[in-house]
């Protein structure tokens, strides 16, 4: 389960990207058996395109399962990142267009 200040954090994202035009859903990892390991914690779907973010307080690093599923959905041609503010993810919103 996400510490309070990265869930506080992740969902200040969240509405952010919601006020773009976003359709967001959240992930919710841990100890979920069902859950595969290393998901991103927000999924969204902007301007056609499939955004992937692992939300992280400043300073911290996606683990290397999650470094593994970033891999994974830009190689499938998606967008995957790792954010630690709302500007960071004002910065992918606003490079990211229908292609």
Same mark, same amino acid.
């Given at each position: 389960?996400?510490?309070?200040?990265?869930? $506080?954090?992740? $969902?200040?994202?969240?509405?952010?990207?919601?006020?773009? !035009?976003?359709?967001?859903?959240? /992930?919710?990892?841990?100890?979920?058996?069902?859950?595969?390991? !290393?998901?991103?914690?927000?999924?969204?779907?902007? @301007?056609?395109?499939?955004?992937?973010?692992?939300? $992280?307080?400043? !300073?911290?690093?996606?683990?290397?399962?999650?470094? /593994?599923?970033?891999?994974?959905?830009?190689?499938?041609?998606?967008?995957?990142?790792?954010?630690?503010?709302?500007?960071?993810?004002? @910065?992918?919103?606003?490079?990211?267009? @229908?292609?």
């Amino acid at each position: 389960m996400a510490t309070q200040p990265e869930a $506080k954090l992740s $969902k200040k994202i969240r509405a952010h990207a919601e006020e773009r !035009g976003a359709w967001v859903f959240n /992930v919710h990892g841990g100890d979920n058996p069902f859950q595969e390991v !290393g998901v991103m914690d927000l999924i969204m779907c902007y @301007r056609g395109r499939f955004v992937g973010v692992e939300v $992280k307080l400043p !300073g911290e690093k996606a683990s290397r399962a999650q470094e /593994v599923v970033i891999r994974r959905v830009r190689e499938a041609g998606g967008i995957a990142e790792v954010v630690h503010s709302v500007a960071d993810i004002e @910065r992918i919103l606003n490079r990211t267009t @229908r292609k």
